[in-house]
């Protein structure tokens, strides 16, 4: 276990190496640059903002730089955004798309595997079709077309919610919803399946004979082992959730970090562009390594080490 | 191997709770806050659209940071509701007879929102900081009327030289190089803010945070979390504050103009700009609000590339652009069709509008255009016409008035024109560094004076983008640059459009204009035509 764990981390550490360096050099290749704006500046000014965020260096130096920096979680200053750092933007949105990802993840995966379950349970009944009709719906209407019409119907309508930005909890529920359906279609789907190959298993014939209660049968025996592929999913899904959604916090005005995905690009605000990359990138590796200890515990059949077992 | 399992479950789900709550706790006292507020006091809600990119006078050089700043600081001039400078922070000046030096006045009892006295050392500080090339501000070359100015923020002049002298505590002494009828009006702009300089010095980052902001405008800055909401109060050691009605101003940022006008329309917001998809819908209904902007959109040729180093090809492609039409059924808005390079609005040195005294170019004009086209390929012996591309930077309004472009050459001239779209930081780099051959621009007026718009199209100038360079033109912009007497200068700003719009380095489009909705209860939002948004005589009803 201790050999694996170490041997995954080695492979993460060069992951990310490879990503940094990659990204990296790709961002300093396109044209423009962080400077450019309508006006021009003059060339002492011009000068001086190069030799500012030292990109009148090599770009061996500033690659080499950035990396020893790296080392001490430093991602340097922001262009775009004078006297700001990276580490401060990614402090201040990161928590706030946590939180909305947090809520999200709590309600597509709970609600997507009771629905799952239900329609796995009344296979070809009425709950499975409206269940399934739920899901590829879910699957089908884009979140931001999703949030458009809540918007239009709970806040101008009804005036129940309010439309955008983040203050109270009330802020929440759209944005929740509107993330979550998503998500929640693909996790109903993959359980729904998982649990009707699962279901005409040995093992739950034998509980049945046993005489086990139905709850029991469908917690316990089954819904264990048809949780597998929602886990493997859940990975990549919360490193996307939790750092933050570029369209939905941008029509719900949302503080998250997922507008400097984007924009970052747009306004070539180099250190923003790496440390939004490293961090998401570093995130989902983290989050794969995760899921990879997980199917360990939950299925018994994996072994992450010879040894053991 | 269960025990674990469950212990690391508890372990998230407790993080998880620690996350929402905390976040929560801190969110839900900030909204109690605002509904206290809210209730009763006369509060305006409007939307900043974005977080602003600096507090900072020296840096802001946009709409989301210079609409909220003009609010919270005041310069020595201010713009009134005619569009005028007025006296602000400077109680009076004394210009001297030849036109150069001026002697600001600055008000007994003006304070900081600290309590500390606005000097004219506050000034001082501020504008050599403006003009430090260490400060690369982007609006430093506005400070280029003054004497000094230009050489030392180009690094070879140095601060001393520049001539911006604190008399006494409440005289400032300015000296231009040329005399500049726009010289009072230009420093109305955020870029020459003062600074507090003691705070600034104890604190260089004393402009990111509401606590530590210190501003001298008719309003105080009281919160700020950033890249999601402002809170403004009135100021009441604003030497004004007499006039300042507002209790509170209250600024969102939302950067998605469906969800603000959703936002207009719940009541959330009391003012919104118009989605491009219910334009037309809502000038229909009368709910648009319009007021003029003092900038051009408009195409530039690129005279270094062939065929636009020839000024009859130039001029053909130009007449042949119906702009009546283009604004009718492609663009579908109110702004005005633009036949000249300086916009309505802007007022010549006696005071009368440059436009309605100026004359109009660039009409459609079919079979000119065709005649045009025709000497011009003679002139250059071509027997078909190198192909042509037109560039824009992606966005669908550029998109479309592009399409509509290519279809009126097509129309007029037969010529296939290619389409080519860039993002905006590629589209800009290439403009500038003349590798597009007919490509689209704006411009929007930095100061009220059509010599900021003329300028541009010097020989020497960042802005001229065209190759194009015309003896005469800089010339006559010099000599207006210099010129005491009022009349001259306007004669020659005139003559200087007449040049452009003859060699036709540039086709013109339409003037722009801000399209807005407003709730009926508020009243008293000045828009200039240039400068930012001014709510010092606002209401809420």
């Known amino acids: 276990m201790v050999t694996y764990i170490l041997r995954r981390f080695g492979a993460m550490i060069i992951t990310l190496w ?11 290749l396109a044209p423009g640059s962080p400077f450019n704006q309508e006006r021009n500046t003059n060339a002492a000014v011009q000068k001086n903002l190069m030799e500012h965020y030292h990109l009148n260096e090599p770009i061996a130096f500033q690659y080499l730089s950035y990396l020893k920096s790296l080392l001490h979680f430093d991602f340097g200053m922001s262009i775009t955004q004078p006297g700001q750092t990276v580490n401060g933007l990614l402090a201040q949105g990161f928590p706030v798309s946590f939180e909305l990802g947090m809520m999200t993840l709590v309600v597509a995966v709970l609600s ?3 629905l799952g379950v239900l329609a796995a349970l009344k296979h070809n009944g009425i709950i499975d079709y409206l269940a399934m009709t739920l899901a590829v719906i879910g699957i089908s209407v884009p979140n931001f077309i999703m949030a458009t019409l809540l918007i239009q119907e709970l806040a101008v309508h009804w005036h129940v919610l309010p439309a955008a930005t983040w203050s109270s909890p009330k802020h929440v529920i759209l944005p929740t919803i509107a993330l979550a359906t998503g998500p929640m279609a693909i996790i109903a789907r993959l359980t729904r399946s998982s649990m009707l190959e699962v279901l005409t298993q040995d093992y739950i014939r034998t509980a049945r004979a046993k005489g086990l209660s139905p709850y029991k049968i469908v917690v316990r025996h089954a819904l264990r082992n048809a949780l597998l592929p929602v886990v493997t999913i859940l990975g990549t899904l919360t490193a996307g959730i939790l750092t933050g959604s570029f369209v939905i916090e941008k029509i719900f005005a949302i503080p998250g970090m997922g507008k400097y995905f984007v924009d970052s690009i747009n306004s070539r605000d180099y250190f923003v562009i790496m440390g939004t990359t490293v961090f998401y990138s570093g995130f989902l590796i983290i989050m794969l390594f995760l899921v990879d200890i997980a199917y360990g515990f939950l299925d018994p059949r994996i072994k992450l080490h010879k040894k053991e077992g | 191997m269960k025990k674990r399992f469950n212990l690391i479950c508890t372990l998230l789900l407790a993080l998880s709770l620690v996350g929402c709550s905390t976040t929560q706790s801190s969110s839900s006292g900030s909204s109690d806050g605002k509904t206290k507020a809210s209730s009763g006091k006369k509060v305006l809600h409007l939307n900043n659209g974005n977080e602003p990119t600096s507090f900072d006078p020296a840096q802001g050089f946009d709409a989301v940071s210079w609409n909220a700043l003009n609010n919270i600081m005041e310069g020595l001039t201010r713009l009134g509701k005619d569009n005028k400078a007025a006296p602000a922070m400077a109680e009076s000046w004394d210009v001297s007879k030849d036109g150069k030096t001026y002697t600001f006045h600055i008000r007994q ?3 900081w929102t ?8 506050d000034f001082v500080y501020a504008w050599k900081r403006l003009l430090d090339p260490k400060t690369a501000s982007p609006a430093a070359f506005l400070g280029d009327p003054i004497a000094g100015a230009t050489a030392y923020n180009s690094g070879k002049g140095s601060a001393d030289d520049v001539q911006v002298i604190a008399s006494d505590a409440h005289t400032l002494k300015v000296t231009l190089t040329d005399p500049n009828p726009s010289f009072l009006n230009i420093i109305t702009n955020p870029c020459f803010f003062p600074i507090d300089e003691k705070v600034a010095k104890a604190n260089p980052n004393w402009f990111k945070e ?10 105080k800055l009281t919160q700020w979390v950033h890249n999601s909401k402002m809170v403004m109060k009135k100021n009441e050691n604003y030497w004004d504050a007499d006039t300042v009605k507002l209790m509170e101003v209250d600024w969102a940022m939302v950067n998605d103009s469906n969800t603000e006008y959703q936002m207009f329309q719940s009541g959330q917001l009391d003012e919104s700009s118009v989605p491009a998809d219910l334009s037309d819908q809502l000038f229909k209904q009368g709910k648009v609000k319009v007021s003029s902007q003092a900038g051009t959109e408009f195409y530039r040729f690129n005279t270094k590339m062939a065929p636009f180093q020839n000024a009859k090809i130039r001029k053909a492609f130009a007449m042949a652009v119906d702009q009546e039409q ?10 005005k069709p633009a036949h000249a390079f300086v916009s309505p609005g802007i007022v010549d040195t006696s005071g009368k509008d440059f436009r309605s005294e100026g004359k109009s170019y660039n009409a459609f004009n079919a079979k000119e255009a065709k005649q045009l086209l025709k000497e011009g390929m003679k002139e250059e012996g071509y027997k078909t016409l190198p192909q042509v591309t037109l560039t824009y930077s992606t966005d669908d309004t550029n998109k479309k008035v592009a399409e509509a472009l290519q279809q009126m050459f097509k129309k007029t001239l037969g010529i296939n024109v290619k389409l080519a779209n860039m993002e905006w930081n590629v589209f800009s780099d290439e403009q500038k560094k003349l590798k597009l051959q007919l490509s689209r621009s704006s411009f929007l007026a930095d100061y009220a004076d059509p010599i900021n718009y003329l300028v541009s199209f010097t020989t020497d100038s960042s802005m001229n983008r065209t190759g194009w360079s015309n003896k005469q033109y800089d010339q006559l912009i010099a000599q207006a640059q210099k010129e005491t007497d009022e009349a001259q200068r306007n004669a020659d700003l005139h003559q200087a459009e007449d040049i452009l719009f003859d060699q036709a380095p540039i086709f013109t489009i339409k003037f722009y204009d801000q399209e807005y909705l407003q709730k009926d209860n508020v009243k008293g939002i000045v828009r200039h035509p240039v400068g930012y948004l001014e709510l010092k005589w606002a209401q809420v009803q």
């Open chain 2, 326 to 335: 283009l604004i009718k059924y492609v663009i579908k808005s109110q702004e």
């Open chain 1, 18 to 28: 490879l990503i940094v360096t990659l990204t990296f050099f790709l961002m300093h």
């Open chain 2, 109 to 111: 009892h003006a304070k």
């Open chain 1, 112 to 114: 997507g595997v009771i």
């Open chain 2, 114 to 121: 600290n309590g500390d006295p606005v000097t004219a050392n």
């Open chain 2, 210 to 219: 509401a606590k530590t902001f210190v501003g001298n405008g008719p309003f």
